[in-house]
């Protein structure tokens, strides 16, 4: 991991992106970017955060600062282009310019892949940025929604 630069995870502040964000720094990366929809609620809250979700991102966003990485918690919904315009920005986001990605923003609803909810289908698609792409992955699932999401999640890491 190259510590000059920024890298970028998406679904950050959830399971799966908390994990990433300390694999990345015990690679090396000094400064990262965690995006989810909600954030993270205002510094001088945290010592009196409960509710489980944000009292894990608190303690690992403040376990990598311990450890010297720049971590920055951002509350923008990764499919609007406008808000994620930021990204793009290193002095709007007052950051070196982001150079990897780790894309673990999801959401999780367990059912069936062939018979999906035109609803769910939808949130799905939204989360992994493109419709088309969850439909292609869709079609070579053996009916694993898990595995329908990693499918997508590796083709879009693919391309
Ligand atoms: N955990 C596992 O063992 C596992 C295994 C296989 C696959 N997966 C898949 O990996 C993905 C992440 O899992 P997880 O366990 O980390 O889930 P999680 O704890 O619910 O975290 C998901 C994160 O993604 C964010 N997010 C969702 N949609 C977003 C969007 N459109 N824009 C920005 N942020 C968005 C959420 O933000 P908010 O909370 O603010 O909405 C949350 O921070 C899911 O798709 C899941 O199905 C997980």
Redesign the pocket.
């Known amino acids: 991991m190259r510590p000059d630069c920024t890298h970028l995870i998406?679904?950050?502040?959830?399971?799966?992106?908390l994990e990433a964000a300390r694999h990345l720094a015990r690679l090396g990366a000094r400064r990262l970017v965690l995006?989810?929809?909600?954030g993270l609620p205002p510094r001088s809250s945290w010592p009196t955060v409960t509710d489980h979700?944000p009292r894990s991102a608190i303690d690992v966003v403040t376990e990598l600062e311990r450890l010297g990485v720049t971590v920055r918690a951002l509350s923008?919904?990764?499919?609007d282009a406008r808000a994620a315009r930021v990204l793009t920005d290193p002095e709007a986001l007052g950051m070196p310019p982001i150079r990897g990605i780790v894309h673990?923003?999801?959401?999780?609803q367990g059912q069936l892949v062939p018979l999906p909810q035109p609803r769910s289908m939808s949130v799905l698609s939204?989360?992994r940025c493109s419709a088309n792409r969850v439909r292609s992955t869709a079609l070579a699932s053996d009916g694993s929604t898990?595995q329908t999401?990693?499918c997508s999640?590796s083709l879009v890491a693919d391309r």
């Open positions: 998406t679904g950050g502040l959830g399971a799966v992106g995006v989810g929809r909600s979700s923008l919904h990764i499919t673990a923003a999801g959401t999780f939204g989360s898990s999401e990693l999640a």
